[in-house]
């Protein structure tokens, strides 16, 4: 099983500046790697596939990049709506595994 | 559009098995190349994978769940399900179903139904 380690574990950061956040992959999954977007109460939301192409709806401040072992999740220019757990999930082997989550919070 | 929507218990007894169905609107689950899948997430945790049904009747499951997990589908009703045996209290979750694009994603989520393992 690939084990994905995310950090930090909390992020706080002011609105308006930007939000790094990193996914490490205990071995290599190319560019199968999705982030997530989950809000208290709701369903995870698809915001990256492909390590770095955007979903259907997911504004431009959001950007992912990375492949192999290391990616990273950027969002630009935090807005309030942006704050929220954050996700990343490998599909490049069975079984499918998640990142145990990045808190981005209101600094 | 596609919706997704689990229906089941939400109370199950330890050692009994926990029951789950996730009917589907807006899209058969029988279109060439999706996944049909399962996920959960105990209460202040993180998500956990815990199976797939492919269109073609291929069926995967998380190795760590393997041994009590079943997953089938019914075409007819355009819905697929979830076994889970053996309930004990770490199998309280909130259970998801999901759709995953052949390469491997998740667009599409069901709203998530808390299932509770209590005597």
């Known amino acids: 099983e690939i084990v994905m380690t995310q950090s930090p574990a909390t992020l706080s950061v002011s609105p308006g500046e930007r939000a790094t956040l990193s996914c490490r992959a205990s071995?290599?999954?190319?560019?199968?790697l999705a982030w997530y977007q989950q809000k208290p109460g709701q369903a995870p939301r698809l915001v990256i596939y492909?390590?770095?192409t955007r979903a259907n709806g997911i504004p431009a401040r959001f950007s992912g990049s990375g492949s192999g072992t290391e990616f990273t999740l950027t969002i630009s220019s935090l807005q309030s709506e942006d704050f929220a757990l954050y996700y990343c999930?490998?599909?490049?082997?069975?079984?499918?595994?998640f990142g145990q989550g990045t808190k981005v919070e209101i600094k | 559009q596609l919706q997704l929507q689990e229906s089941g218990p939400g109370l199950v007894k330890p050692s009994e098995t926990l029951s789950l169905t996730c009917t589907v609107s807006g899209g058969s689950i029988s279109s060439n190349n999706y996944y049909w899948d399962w996920i959960r997430q105990p209460p202040g945790k993180g998500l956990e994978w815990i199976g797939s049904?492919?269109?073609?009747?291929?069926?995967y499951y998380n190795p760590s769940l393997k041994s009590r997990v079943t997953i089938s589908e019914d075409t007819s009703k355009n819905q697929f399900s979830l076994k889970v045996s053996s309930v004990t209290a770490a199998d309280t979750a909130v259970y998801y179903c999901?759709?995953?694009?052949?390469?491997?994603?998740?667009?599409?989520w069901g709203q998530g139904t808390l299932v509770t393992v209590s005597s």
């Open positions: 999930q490998q599909y490049n082997n069975w079984p499918r595994t």
């Open positions: 049904i492919y269109y073609s009747g291929s069926i």
């Open positions: 492909g390590a770095s």
């Open positions: 999901a759709r995953q694009f052949p390469s491997g994603w998740y667009p599409g």
């Open positions: 071995q290599s999954v190319s560019s199968n």
